[in-house]
């Protein structure tokens, strides 16, 4: 998979954007968790896993905006996002770390001059989901040249990771009435250990390769993003996807999207594993 070290950048990106777009949908709150373990207490031991970004400012966020944290320990971290909006791709990307009682600090370096530096205050975190506010700087050799704050965000934690159990050839379509990625026909996608796949379009009888340009995919716990061209001169297309479950040859997913209007509505997609 493809691998770049400007993930604190891009995603902080995402998240002020989504801080604008995230509108209301029928998903669980991150306010309804009554989990009503300790608050800021053991942080070093609570954060430890993956999280996916939930709830900016009380409102759900479109599964195109969304990223993915990993904290491997208290001092190393790693995060995973497709960002549309500055056209990165970032996969597993490392960041170190540094907690301090509720307050946690992350350090990417982007090359040896770009680095930066998000800090986040935790006002709560349990089993299910952290609650924080973050301020995000950008240094070029050691000086300020950028960065956002934000006041409120939830992420939940992330239990399932189907990195590797979405490899494989896997057919399916869409089946929700609405979705602004997939036509409703049945296709084919063969999902690589490498990162990338290859998409099967029907012709009578017989699965045709469409030889795309370009066709890569990360998996990062639940979130799933692909990215394809045509041919090498056309535009580069995008789609993401949160996998809500891989189970017996059966694979489903679900997308919050967004409409042009600015309101919003669910995606739903099944697949079943052919080899």
Not at 87 to 92: D, I, K, P, Q
Not at 164 to 179: F, H, N
Not at 213 to 233: I, M, P, Q, S
Request: contains cysteine; aromatic residues 10%; negative net charge.
């Amino acid at each position: 998979m493809k691998q770049t070290k400007n993930w604190a950048l891009t995603a902080t990106r995402t998240l002020v954007f989504t801080m604008v777009l995230c509108g209301a949908s029928i998903f669980t709150a991150c306010s309804s968790d009554d989990d009503n373990s300790d608050k800021t207490n053991n942080i070093s031991e609570k954060i430890i896993g993956k999280w996916m970004v939930d709830e900016l400012d009380g409102q759900k966020c479109p599964t195109n905006y969304k990223a993915v944290i990993t904290f491997l320990s208290a001092t190393e971290a790693y995060g995973s996002l497709s960002d549309i909006l500055s056209e990165s791709w970032n996969s597993h990307a490392t960041a170190t770390v540094v907690i301090d009682g509720n307050k946690v600090t992350l350090t990417a370096k982007e090359n040896e001059h770009i680095t930066h530096v998000t800090k986040v205050d935790i006002s709560r975190i349990t089993d299910k989901n952290m609650w924080l506010s973050s301020d995000w700087r950008v240094y070029e050799d050691g000086v300020e040249i950028g960065g956002e704050a934000w006041n409120s965000e939830c992420y939940e934690r992330i239990s399932n990771d189907y990195e590797k159990d979405i490899i494989g050839t896997w057919e399916g379509k869409v089946t929700s009435q609405e979705d602004e990625h997939t036509d409703g026909e049945m296709h084919r996608w063969e999902y690589k250990a490498n990162g990338t796949y290859v998409y099967y379009n029907k012709s009578g009888d017989q699965w045709v390769n469409s030889n795309d340009a370009l066709a890569e995919y990360f998996v990062d716990g639940t979130l799933l993003c692909t990215r394809w061209k045509k041919t090498t001169d056309s535009k580069e297309l995008r789609e993401w996807w949160e996998i809500e479950s891989i189970k017996d040859g059966k694979m489903k997913w679900t997308a919050l999207r967004m409409r042009e209007d600015g309101t919003t509505y669910t995606a739903t997609f099944e697949m079943t594993k052919v080899k």
